[in-house]
């Protein structure tokens, strides 16, 4: 019956946790100036922001950081490049191999996003009635949850039992 009852609890936190992957996605649509002149769509941000930590990251690295194909993570590098946030430098030994570095102006975008993303938590936290514990526990399985799934995938399991 306990058995149960766990899957239960499980179940409702998958559907919670692929409503919050709706509500996020849908928030994609919308672009932010993050405190600069260059208007930037969630996933360009969330890219520059893995950029600026990792600088000198190639695209294949970014690609499997951020579960994207090479031509999607590609299409938003150019994208961003364009916009003058980030630059290629080829490779030493292998030019057919870029580097992706911030440029000065990237990185104060990045800044921006960080503050931006601070101000968002800080509001968060003050409609949100949850202990320190209790968000421990949470991002706990969610890790437990993400680690799952990046070893399935990299097995080439697929993530649901059959």
Do not use: C
């Amino acid at each position: 019956m306990k058995y149960e009852k766990e899957l239960r609890e499980l179940s409702d936190m998958v559907d919670n946790l692929y409503m919050h992957g709706r509500l996020m996605r849908s928030a994609e649509n919308k672009p932010r100036y993050y405190g600069s002149d260059i208007l930037l769509f969630p996933n360009e941000v969330y890219t520059l922001k893995a950029i600026a930590q990792e600088e000198g990251i190639n695209q294949t690295e970014l690609s499997e950081k951020m579960f994207r194909t090479k031509g999607a993570t590609s299409a938003v590098v150019q994208k961003l490049v364009q916009k003058g946030l980030v630059v290629q430098v080829d490779g030493e030994t292998d030019s057919r191999i870029s580097r992706l570095y911030p440029t000065e102006k990237g990185r104060e975008v990045y800044q921006n996003h960080l503050e931006y993303d601070m101000r968002y938590l800080e509001h968060l936290s003050k409609r949100l009635d949850i202990s320190l514990e209790e968000l421990a526990q949470v991002n706990r399985v969610l890790r437990l949850m993400n680690w799952d799934f990046v070893q399935r995938r990299r097995r080439g399991e697929t993530i649901a039992a059959e």
